[in-house]
């Protein structure tokens, strides 16, 4: 498993005073009000931030970290994930996983493989897994109770029923 996860994405700047703008990646953005560390990825390597401050500016979350305080420092993390340890991520609800966990989980229906998750869309109503490499190509599976019946993380197996007409047999 990861060891870290995915929480926003550095998409620029904000201000002088290396004020960094973030696209936030979660279901539960307040979790940045408590945010106290942070890791940035750059070119593969992870290096550990202490969150300073927080602020919320329309659909964005404005964050200033300890070390980053010029527009030039600020500049080099531009297109960066910002991510928080595994530890330290918030405790999932029933039936709730990250995504990250999610990807590369076979999928399979009875005893046919359907494919592997290759991405998770989220959606206003419920999450859909991108599912290809199976004999169906890319399928767009619904991620709610009646269609995704188990979710085994640990043996990247997800068992489902697909919905009549969702693909053609």
């Known amino acids: 498993m990861e060891e870290y996860l995915v ?12 004020e960094l703008k973030v696209l936030p990646l979660t279901s539960d953005v307040s979790r940045f009000d408590y945010l106290k560390l942070a890791w940035i990825e750059e070119k593969g390597k992870h290096t550990e931030h202490y969150v300073e401050k927080v602020r919320y500016h329309k659909n964005f979350v404005l964050l200033t970290l300890r070390g980053i305080d010029t527009l030039d420092k600020a500049s080099l993390l531009k297109g960066c994930d910002l991510k928080v340890s595994r530890k330290y991520a918030r405790p999932l609800e029933e039936n709730e996983y990250f995504i990250v966990d999610l990807i590369g989980c076979k999928v399979y229906e009875n005893n046919l493989l359907l494919g592997t998750i290759t991405d998770v869309l989220q959606t206003s109503g419920n999450d859909v897994y991108v599912t ?22 640990e043996n990247k197996r997800v068992q489902v029923v697909l919905p009549e007409g969702l693909i053609e047999g």
């Open 7 to 18: 929480v926003g994405k550095i998409v620029n700047t904000h201000g002088v005073n290396g």
């Open 132 to 153: 290809t490499g199976g004999k169906y190509g890319e399928i767009l599976i619904p991620a709610v109770e009646h269609v995704v019946r188990e979710v085994d993380i």
